[in-house]
């Protein structure tokens, strides 16, 4: 049974920092893309960082050169490092198993909330 959990989310200032994490288990983790992905309020799931397998990594402009997202093989886990939030990062953010077909595994989501 594939289970996909993050966690470290929670309430944060502008201008600081916050680390996600996601842990993933029933699946052979080194062997798949990674990605998180965050939908705000009223607002569709918006991609936010792809991993391969051997570490490279994708960002959408909107969080590059603030976000980096990094990998744990041997642990079967990714995180998600934020620098610099701003409001608009306020979401649930989503870890996703990229298996492809329709067969894709989400976690729950973790509240990121930036706000003064």
């Known amino acids: 049974q594939v289970q996909v959990a993050e966690s470290g989310g929670g309430l944060v200032q502008p201008g600081e920092s916050l680390q996600l994490s996601c842990a993933a288990s029933g699946i052979h983790f080194s062997t798949y893309y990674m990605n998180w992905y965050r939908q705000a309020p009223g607002k569709q799931r918006e991609w936010v960082a792809t991993?391969?397998?051997?570490?490279?990594?994708n960002y959408p402009d909107s969080v590059k050169g603030r976000f980096t997202i990094s990998r744990d093989n041997a642990k079967n886990t990714v995180s998600l490092q934020m620098n610099s939030l701003k409001p608009e990062d306020t979401a649930v953010y989503y870890c996703?198993?990229?298996?492809?077909?329709?067969?894709?595994?989400w976690g729950q989501g973790t509240q990121v909330t930036v706000s003064s």
């Open positions: 996703k198993v990229q298996v492809g077909g329709g067969y894709d595994y």
């Open positions: 991993i391969s397998p051997v570490g490279s990594a």
